[in-house]
Protein backbone atom coordinates (compact mmCIF):
# COMPACT_ATOMS: atom_id res chain seq x y z
CA UNK A 1 0.00 0.00 0.00
CA UNK A 2 1.46 3.46 -0.60
CA UNK A 3 1.18 5.48 1.95
CA UNK A 4 2.44 9.12 2.21
CA UNK A 5 2.15 11.18 5.53
CA UNK A 6 2.63 14.75 6.45
CA UNK A 7 3.55 16.48 9.51
CA UNK A 8 4.67 19.40 10.85
CA UNK A 9 1.46 21.51 10.71
CA UNK A 10 0.15 23.42 13.60
CA UNK A 11 -0.81 26.96 14.68
CA UNK A 12 1.97 29.96 14.60
CA UNK A 13 2.34 32.96 14.63
CA UNK A 14 2.44 35.38 11.51
CA UNK A 15 6.17 36.07 10.55
CA UNK A 16 7.04 32.78 12.14
CA UNK A 17 8.51 29.56 10.57
CA UNK A 18 7.77 25.88 9.98
CA UNK A 19 8.97 23.01 8.47
CA UNK A 20 6.41 20.18 6.77
CA UNK A 21 7.27 16.82 6.24
CA UNK A 22 5.65 13.88 3.68
CA UNK A 23 7.31 10.32 4.53
CA UNK A 24 6.22 7.90 2.09
CA UNK A 25 6.32 4.22 1.66
CA UNK A 26 5.07 1.60 -0.42
CA UNK A 27 6.92 3.41 -3.96
CA UNK A 28 10.06 3.50 -5.13
CA UNK A 29 10.74 7.15 -3.71
CA UNK A 30 13.24 8.10 -6.56
CA UNK A 31 11.21 7.43 -9.00
CA UNK A 32 8.61 10.35 -8.42
CA UNK A 33 8.94 13.81 -8.16
CA UNK A 34 6.81 15.23 -5.39
CA UNK A 35 5.01 18.32 -4.81
CA UNK A 36 2.90 19.93 -2.17
CA UNK A 37 -0.32 21.88 -2.73
CA UNK A 38 -2.57 23.58 0.14
CA UNK A 39 -6.65 24.35 0.01
CA UNK A 40 -8.13 26.50 2.07
CA UNK A 41 -11.89 26.67 3.08
CA UNK A 42 -13.84 27.35 0.29
CA UNK A 43 -11.23 27.28 -2.20
CA UNK A 44 -9.77 25.50 -4.87
CA UNK A 45 -6.42 23.28 -4.39
CA UNK A 46 -3.35 25.42 -5.32
CA UNK A 47 -0.05 24.10 -6.40
CA UNK A 48 2.84 25.47 -3.66
CA UNK A 49 6.10 23.83 -5.12
CA UNK A 50 7.35 20.95 -6.24
CA UNK A 51 10.80 19.29 -7.04
CA UNK A 52 11.86 16.52 -9.29
CA UNK A 53 12.95 12.71 -8.33
CA UNK A 54 16.81 13.81 -7.65
CA UNK A 55 16.14 17.24 -6.59
CA UNK A 56 17.81 18.49 -9.77
CA UNK A 57 14.18 20.97 -10.67
CA UNK A 58 12.27 23.06 -8.32
CA UNK A 59 9.17 24.87 -9.32
CA UNK A 60 7.44 27.40 -6.50
CA UNK A 61 4.37 29.23 -6.72
CA UNK A 62 4.46 32.79 -7.18
CA UNK A 63 2.85 33.93 -3.27
CA UNK A 64 5.14 31.33 -2.04
CA UNK A 65 8.11 32.35 -3.86
CA UNK A 66 11.18 33.52 -1.32
CA UNK A 67 9.72 32.30 1.32
CA UNK A 68 8.96 28.35 1.45
CA UNK A 69 11.48 26.00 -0.07
CA UNK A 70 11.01 22.42 -0.69
CA UNK A 71 13.82 19.55 -0.66
CA UNK A 72 13.96 16.05 -0.67
CA UNK A 73 15.91 12.99 1.62
CA UNK A 74 15.32 10.11 -0.75
CA UNK A 75 17.40 7.78 1.59
CA UNK A 76 14.54 8.78 3.89
CA UNK A 77 12.15 8.36 1.38
CA UNK A 78 10.76 12.04 2.38
CA UNK A 79 10.21 15.20 0.92
CA UNK A 80 10.14 18.76 3.03
CA UNK A 81 8.52 22.36 3.00
CA UNK A 82 10.46 24.62 4.99
CA UNK A 83 7.82 27.69 5.15
CA UNK A 84 9.63 31.04 6.20
CA UNK A 85 8.24 34.53 6.86
CA UNK A 86 4.43 32.68 7.61
CA UNK A 87 1.25 35.18 6.47
CA UNK A 88 -2.33 34.38 7.53
CA UNK A 89 -3.24 34.11 3.83
CA UNK A 90 -0.42 30.40 4.13
CA UNK A 91 -3.22 29.10 6.24
CA UNK A 92 -4.65 25.72 4.82
CA UNK A 93 -4.33 22.16 4.96
CA UNK A 94 -1.10 21.11 2.72
CA UNK A 95 -0.73 18.02 1.18
CA UNK A 96 2.19 16.24 -0.58
CA UNK A 97 1.62 14.23 -3.46
CA UNK A 98 3.52 11.72 -5.47
CA UNK A 99 3.98 11.74 -9.68
CA UNK A 100 6.10 9.60 -11.41
CA UNK A 101 5.32 10.46 -15.08
CA UNK A 102 6.64 14.51 -13.93
CA UNK A 103 10.57 14.48 -14.94
CA UNK A 104 12.75 17.40 -15.59
CA UNK A 105 12.15 16.88 -19.35
CA UNK A 106 8.20 17.98 -18.04
CA UNK A 107 6.82 21.28 -19.30
CA UNK A 108 6.10 23.93 -16.48
CA UNK A 109 2.39 24.19 -16.71
CA UNK A 110 2.51 20.06 -15.89
CA UNK A 111 4.27 20.72 -12.70
CA UNK A 112 1.31 22.56 -11.26
CA UNK A 113 -1.41 20.54 -12.45
CA UNK A 114 -3.04 18.73 -9.58
CA UNK A 115 -4.84 16.10 -11.69
CA UNK A 116 -1.42 15.08 -12.90
CA UNK A 117 -0.38 13.18 -9.27
CA UNK A 118 -0.41 9.60 -8.82
CA UNK A 119 -0.86 10.02 -4.77
CA UNK A 120 -1.88 12.22 -2.31
CA UNK A 121 -1.37 12.32 1.83
CA UNK A 122 -4.33 13.38 3.55
CA UNK A 123 -2.69 16.71 4.67
CA UNK A 124 -1.83 18.45 7.69
CA UNK A 125 -3.17 21.66 9.12
CA UNK A 126 -1.23 25.03 8.72
CA UNK A 127 -2.75 27.84 10.69
CA UNK A 128 -1.25 31.54 10.98
CA UNK A 129 -2.60 34.16 13.38
CA UNK A 130 -2.07 37.54 13.32
Known amino acids: QVQLIESGGGLVQAGESLRLSCTTS????????MGWFRQAPGKEREFVSA????????YIAGPVRGRFTISRDNAKNTVYLQMNSLKPEDTAVYFC???????????????????????WGQGTQVTVSS
Open 97 to 119: AADVGLTIASATSEWVRSEEYDY
Open 26 to 33: GLAFSDYS
Open 51 to 58: ISQTGQNR
